[in-house]
């Protein structure tokens, strides 16, 4: 067990939907990362969030959106779903995020959700 | 651009022997992380092991070992005396700690131990 947690579990929707992806880091962790696992492109990088405030965006489409609370769990949303958003999506966090050359926070990954789109 | 490249997209070997999975990547920066990850059925991304590259002796985690070689752009992932429970998704990943330190992926390599 990481310490991440991620709920739903399983989601199963139709096109043109809109879900919302909940995420709790694991305790004192500031930084949250999303990451999209699909048959297609693989695991990529979709956006960070540190102590509130968009750090860093990958490969993320304007459909989706995603935020970080004061409590510090961040919610991904995806809007407007195609057949093509069905992917697992995890959820990871680290202890902080650092400008050095030479450091690194190692980043925990929670269990993922299962995103259908019929 | 960074990227991360894995060839082969799967392996099988018997039980006991040893495995090496192959990794190459791409970066103009000197100062960054690698990684292997492993992703068995149940999803779960389990760090296996990370090399920093500033230095030169390659890590070592019980049965897991890698094989660093900076000038090559190469990062191998060794499992000696390889497991049933080793049967997984493998993924090499690189992380740029300039800025964000979101993970780049590899495209993956399923390994399969068999009895």
């Known amino acids: 067990d990481s310490g991440v947690t991620q709920t739903p579990k399983h989601l199963i929707t139709a096109t043109g939907q809109r879900v919302t992806l909940r995420c709790s880091p694991r305790?004192?962790?500031?930084?949250v990362y999303w990451y999209q696992q699909s048959l297609d492109q693989g695991l990529q990088f979709l956006i960070q969030?540190?102590?509130?405030?968009?750090?860093a965006k990958g490969n993320i489409l304007e459909r989706f959106s995603a935020q970080q609370f004061p409590d510090l769990h961040s919610e991904l949303n995806l809007s407007s779903l195609e057949l093509g958003d069905s992917a697992l999506y995890f959820c990871?966090?680290?202890?902080?995020?650092?400008?050095?050359?030479?450091?690194?926070?190692?980043?925990?990954f929670g269990p993922g959700t299962r995103l259908t789109v019929l | 651009a960074q990227t991360v490249t894995q060839s082969q997209p799967e392996m099988s070997v018997q039980e006991a022997e040893t495995v090496t999975l192959s990794c190459t990547y791409d970066?103009?920066?000197?100062?960054?992380?690698l990684f292997w990850y492993k992703q068995p059925p149940s999803r779960q991304m389990i760090l296996v092991i990370r090399?920093?590259?500033?230095?030169?002796q390659n890590a070592t985690e019980n049965r897991f070992s890698v094989n660093f070689q900076k000038a090559a752009k190469s990062f191998s992932l060794k499992i000696s005396d390889s497991q049933l429970g080793d049967t997984a998704m493998y993924f090499c990943?690189?992380?740029?700690?300039?800025?964000?330190?979101?993970?780049?992926f590899g495209q993956g390599t399923r390994l399969t131990i068999n009895p």
């Open positions: 990943a690189a992380t740029f700690p300039q800025g964000a330190q979101k993970l780049v």
């Open positions: 305790s004192g962790d500031l930084s």
């Open positions: 090399q920093e590259a500033y230095k030169q």
């Open positions: 990871a966090s680290s202890a902080s995020t650092s400008g050095g050359a030479i450091s690194y926070n190692e980043q925990f």
């Open positions: 969030y540190y102590n509130g405030e968009e750090r």
């Open positions: 970066t103009s920066e000197n100062n960054y992380y």
